[in-house]
Structures are given as structure tokens and as C-alpha cells.
């Protein structure tokens, strides 16, 4: 199996990109935040290739997408919750993150996206 392929489990899939960057999808919505940090963890714990984490700095944009009207969740407590679930998976700490980009918009269907890739 090629990295670049989507891996899925349940509400989850990830992939390594052609770039290196790690691109994960996660169907549906919900206000706890913090439901996201224990899927995305067991995920990449059980499903996911083991990665190696990076010790550089990394660029990490979030995006919510979410049907009719706009879901009621803080987006920096979405944000601490998927960041926290890439520590010791994409980079040793959070502190590593020089960019970040977190954005909600109205999509065809509700999740989340986030594509994390090493900075240069």
C-alpha cells in the first residue's frame, strides 16, 4: 500500500500526500471538541502506517465544513483538540507550529479537514 492512498477506519481517513504533507478527513460534526483529539489518536494509534514525527516547523490548516447553519463550537478549542491529537505523530510538540489556519464554511457535506506538512 502506497502512503498516497487513503487509509479509513470508521469516521476517519488520512493519507500521506506526493508532497509529504498529511491530509486527514473526519465525517461529521459535533460541538466537543475534544471527541476529535481521542478519534484522531486511536486512529492514527490502531490504523494509520506509524509516522515518524519531525522536529521543524509545520504549517497545519483546519478546515470545519458544516451544512445549514454554522455549528456552535469555538474554533481554537477544535483547533488545541486536532493539534493535540498530531503530537507524536506529525511533530514532537505543538510548538512547532509556525502557520496555522483554522476556517469554517459551509461544504455539501459536514466534517472536518486538515492538511499538516512541514515548513522549508
Given at each position: ?6 487509509v479509513?477506519a ?8 506526493d ?28 490504523e ?22 454554522a ?14 491529537s498530531?503530537?507524536g505523530n ?31
Amino acid at each position: 500500500m502506497s502512503l498516497a492512498e487513503w487509509v479509513s477506519a470508521g469516521k476517519v481517513r488520512a493519507r500521506i500526500t506526493d508532497e509529504g504533507a498529511l491530509e486527514v478527513r473526519c465525517h461529521g460534526l459535533t460541538t466537543q471538541a475534544k471527541y476529535y483529539k481521542t478519534l484522531l489518536k486511536e486512529f492514527f494509534r490502531k490504523e494509520f502506517p506509524p509516522l515518524r514525527p519531525g522536529y521543524g516547523d509545520y504549517s497545519v490548516h483546519i478546515m470545519m465544513e458544516y451544512t445549514g447553519d454554522a455549528p456552535w463550537m469555538d474554533l481554537d478549542n477544535l483547533a488545541k483538540a486536532l493539534l493535540d491529537s498530531l503530537t507524536g505523530n506529525v511533530f514532537e510538540d505543538d510548538h512547532q507550529v509556525a502557520r496555522l489556519l483554522v476556517e469554517r464554511r459551509v461544504g455539501e457535506r459536514e466534517g472536518i479537514w486538515l492538511k499538516a506538512e512541514a515548513l522549508d
